[in-house]
Each structure stands twice: as structure tokens, then as C-alpha cells.
């Protein structure tokens, strides 16, 4: 720890705007849902590093969530996760509640492009990405953070959060963070939390098949564009499905995409990504792979 002054907690605008008013430069933003694990004490570290005050936000958002999704019983660990980020040396936390962020219907909302946020995460989870960046745009206003961090773990919601900062030209710096894994290869998440003792061990095969996809992606990346490859990228996908889905897995997407933004491969040498969702019992997971 720094021998720096105790982390502020602020559970209103206000006490924001007062704890905020202590430091003369602006916040670098780790915006969370709290229940906070390795892979977001290195999106903290990454925002201390910027050597800005850093300020991680705590809020459940109801707003991307689905009617018959996990937003009840969504892990809530605020005593741990205000320990946690002490011993990270955050300097705010804003913890509001609903009343305080929502205090009415939150009817205007922000659209976000639909080839972008209606595909992938955004066809299974319809609205998701207006309730993130809804959300995301009422942090930015009230905080007015010089950065924010994300983690490429949710690689679209990084890639959406990019898009929409650079289309209304706001002067903000998104920062990337990589995904933190345990040693087999599970990409940190509060819904493992979910998984029982036999799925964990299981759980490793998504990013398992995202990797072998990876690898079996390199070459064709060489012949993007082609007949021969986009018969391939089927063939991929639909052999890395099949695969999950007879061990157990329902799959909502393997698929290869362009990093930049998640369309199909269409032409050679382009960055590409390798982005799945499956269902294990009763848990959805997400993970990613750059080729
Ligand atoms: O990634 C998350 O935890 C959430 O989607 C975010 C960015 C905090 C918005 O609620």
C-alpha cells in the first residue's frame, strides 16, 4: 500500500463531487458490477499505474440485464470488495444505488450501432449493450474521468464502449487490460462463482476450444477473402460447437471475427479475434482468443 489517505467511499453524486474535489486531476474510471476478483484488481493496478486518481465505480446494472437473468442473484460482496480495494490503493469508491443512479425510469437510453451490439453477446442478450453504455455514459458524465479501463475479456464490450467514445468525441482514453486466468486456463469471472464442482473442472474447455480455433484460424487469416476460406471458417465454427456441445456445453457462438469490429474476415492479414459464449449447466460464460 502507499502511505496514501484512506480510500473514499461515496455512495451519492454529491459525495462524488466532494471526493473528487480533493484531487486536482481527472479520475482514471474502473467501472464494475462489483464482486470483485484478480481480473479487476489488475484493471485497478492498470488505472494506478496512470498515476490519475483512480475511482472504480460499484453499481449492478439492472439496465443490461434480461427479465429471466441472473441480476438477483448477481454476487454482492460489497464488505470484501471495499477491502480489496483499499489494499489496491483505490482512491474513490462510488457505490451508488438504484434510487441514486436510476432515480426515475431511465427511458432515454443510448443506441448503440446495431452491427456492432445487436450480434454475438448482442443477439443472445438483446439490450445488453444499451444497458452498458447507458450506464457507461452516466459514469463518464458524472465523473468526467481523463480514462477508463476495460477489461478484453468482454472484447465486444470493449470494442462497443471504443466506438461509441469516438463517435460523440469525448476525451476519454480507454484503456485495455488483458483477461486474468486461473492456472487452467479459466478466464476470471463472478459467474464462475456459479459453476459446481464439476463444471469448474470443465470449464476450462471453452477457452480450450477458442484456442484450438486459434490456431487452426492462423492460416486461414493468410487466405482471408477467398471461397476456399470462408467454407473453412464454417467448418471451423461449426466443428468447434459440435465438439463443446458433446461434452455437455450449449453454445451460443465460436466464432471468428476482425478485432477492430467483429465482422467476418473478409480480406488477408486482417487482426483477428476468436469469440464464444456457451452454456454450462445453468451458467453462460464468455471468453476470447486473438489469433
Ligand atoms: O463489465 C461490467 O462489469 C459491466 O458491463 C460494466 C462495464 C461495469 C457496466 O455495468
Redesign the pocket.
Known amino acids: 500500500m502507499r502511505g496514501s489517505p484512506p480510500m473514499h467511499i461515496a455512495t451519492s453524486f454529491s459525495e462524488l463531487q466532494l471526493a473528487l474535489g480533493r484531487f486536482s486531476a481527472a479520475p482514471v474510471l474502473v467501472?464494475?458490477?462489483g464482486n470483485l476478483h484478480a481480473g479487476h484488481l489488475a484493471l485497478v493496478a492498470r488505472a494506478r499505474r496512470s498515476g490519475a486518481p483512480v475511482v472504480t465505480?460499484l453499481?449492478v446494472?439492472r439496465l443490461?440485464f434480461l427479465p429471466h437473468e441472473d441480476f438477483d442473484r448477481y454476487p454482492r460482496t460489497f464488505e470484501a470488495d471495499c477491502a480489496a480495494l483499499r489494499e489496491a490503493d483505490c482512491d474513490i469508491l462510488f457505490a451508488p444505488d438504484e434510487a441514486e443512479l436510476y432515480p426515475e425510469p431511465q427511458t432515454f437510453r443510448v443506441q448503440p450501432d446495431p452491427a456492432l451490439a445487436d450480434i454475438l453477446e448482442g443477439e443472445f442478450r438483446p439490450g445488453f449493450f444499451t444497458?452498458?453504455c447507458t450506464?457507461?455514459l452516466k459514469l463518464f458524465a458524472c465523473m468526467q474521468p481523463r480514462a477508463a479501463v476495460?477489461?478484453r475479456k468482454?472484447w465486444q464490450?470493449l470494442t462497443v464502449v471504443r466506438h461509441m467514445v469516438r463517435q460523440f468525441g469525448w476525451p476519454i482514453e480507454i484503456l485495455e487490460h488483458d483477461t486474468v486466468r486461473e492456472a487452467d486456463g479459466l478466464a476470471l469471472s463472478s459467474r464462475n462463482a456459479y459453476l459446481g464442482t464439476a463444471e469448474r473442472h470443465e470449464a476450462p474447455q471453452l477457452h480450450a476450444a477458442l484456442t484450438a480455433m486459434a490456431a487452426r484460424a492462423r492460416p486461414l487469416a493468410a487466405v482471408a477473402g477467398t471461397p476456399m476460406a470462408s467454407d473453412a471458417w464454417a467448418a471451423l465454427e461449426a466443428e468447434a460447437c459440435e465438439r463443446l456441445q458433446a461434452r455437455g456445453w450449449q453454445p451460443d457462438y465460436l466464432t471468428v471475427r476482425r478485432r477492430t469490429d467483429l465482422q467476418p474476415p473478409r480480406r488477408a492479414g486482417e487482426a483477428l479475434v476468436v469469440l464464444g459464449a456457451a452454456r454450462l449447466g445453468g451458467t453462460r460464460l464468455i471468453d476470447n482468443v486473438e489469433v
Open positions: 467501472p464494475t458490477m465505480s453499481f446494472n443490461q444497458g452498458v450506464v457507461v476495460f477489461g468482454d464490450q
